[in-house]
């Protein structure tokens, strides 16, 4: 599967967007303005997310990441103002080691919480997915 370039750019009826396996990477202005995506779960695989991929889904309010992810570029997520949280399918050092560039301060001022197929032991912020396959928080 690939996506190309500014595929669902100013697309204005996606809501709710559960990307296929396969692909490894989201493009370039490829969800720009997509004015009404409230949530993208993006597939384990994904190692980059290009520049403006996101930028002004301004009704963007949970992101899933995987823990493939190597690379967030300039203005991934610019002007998501309404991104709340960040659901990352690794731990928490795996998140701290994904290249995150400037202007994607939307996407690091989230709550950010960790996965956790078990409930955890310790306090923290970790999440699972329940049995209609939405994440939720432990």
Request: charged share 25%; net charge negative; glycine share 2%.
């Amino acid at each position: 599967s690939v996506l190309n370039v500014s595929s669902f750019e100013e697309c204005r009826t996606l809501e709710i967007l559960k990307l296929n396996p396969g692909i490894t990477s989201i493009p370039y202005r490829c969800f720009f303005e997509c004015e009404k995506l409230i949530t993208s779960d993006i597939p384990e695989g994904v190692t980059l997310i290009e520049e403006n991929a996101y930028a002004s889904c301004k009704a963007l309010q949970t992101v899933v990441l995987p823990s493939t992810l190597k690379t967030v570029e300039d203005s991934a997520f610019l002007d998501c103002s309404t991104l709340v949280a960040v659901f990352f399918r690794g731990t928490e050092e795996q998140f701290n080691e994904v290249e995150i560039m400037k202007n994607n301060d939307k996407l690091l001022n989230a709550n950010i919480y960790f996965y956790s197929e078990t409930k955890p032991e310790t306090e923290g912020n970790f999440w699972h997915y329940d049995k209609s396959n939405t994440p939720i928080l432990w």
